[in-house]
């Protein structure tokens, strides 16, 4: 095992312990043809509410968080661009936008390197990916997403990706 693989490995056992319950984890799990080392997820059920009353007219609600790690040793501009194309696969593959029930789906991605393209810093606070579904009766997805360099031992994150990083890195040391 590299020096950056054991890095990684602690890593991800460390962010492990942070995803309780609701969260299920998993590891060494394959979406969209892409093998994941671990995955946490969670999915809601909930009743609406009609003027803050629970009535029988209203109906559930569904929201959830998606939430995919990997580790790449070296994150460069063309490995980047692959990435976001797998972020919107997996975001028209994950999100059940068809449901009326449906409220929101989180698609998180938490992405460990050594080696991050300083020119990759302002593309990652930049990345987007906002949909709302039939004009917002269906409900919308975002895209989270959280870049950690194992070696500077630092986070890079989207606008939606910042509470990731203070989830991961909240009480005591990550790395």
């Known amino acids: 095992m590299t020096g950056f693989e054991a890095k990684a490995e602690r890593f991800l056992w460390r962010a492990e312990k942070r995803y309780p319950q609701p969260f299920q984890t998993q590891r060494n799990v394959v979406f969209c043809g892409k093998s994941f080392p671990m995955t946490a997820q969670y999915e809601q059920q909930n009743k609406r509410y009609l003027f803050g009353i629970k009535s029988s007219i209203s109906k559930e609600n569904i929201c959830g968080e998606k939430c995919f790690f990997d580790c790449c040793e070296t994150l460069d501009e063309q490995t980047f661009s692959a990435y976001k194309l797998l972020f919107r696969q997996l975001q028209d593959e994950l999100v059940s936008a068809e449901n009326p029930a449906h409220e929101y789906t989180f698609i998180s991605f ?20 906002y949909r709302q579904y039939k004009k917002d009766q269906y409900g919308w997805s975002a895209l989270r997403l959280c870049v950690v360099d194992l070696e500077t031992e630092t986070c890079y994150c989207n606008g939606m990706g910042k509470g990731i990083r203070e989830y991961l890195t909240r009480d005591t040391d990550l790395f």
């Open 110 to 129: 938490v992405l460990c390197t050594a080696n991050l393209d300083k020119k990759l810093q302002r593309k990652i606070r930049q990345t987007n990916d």
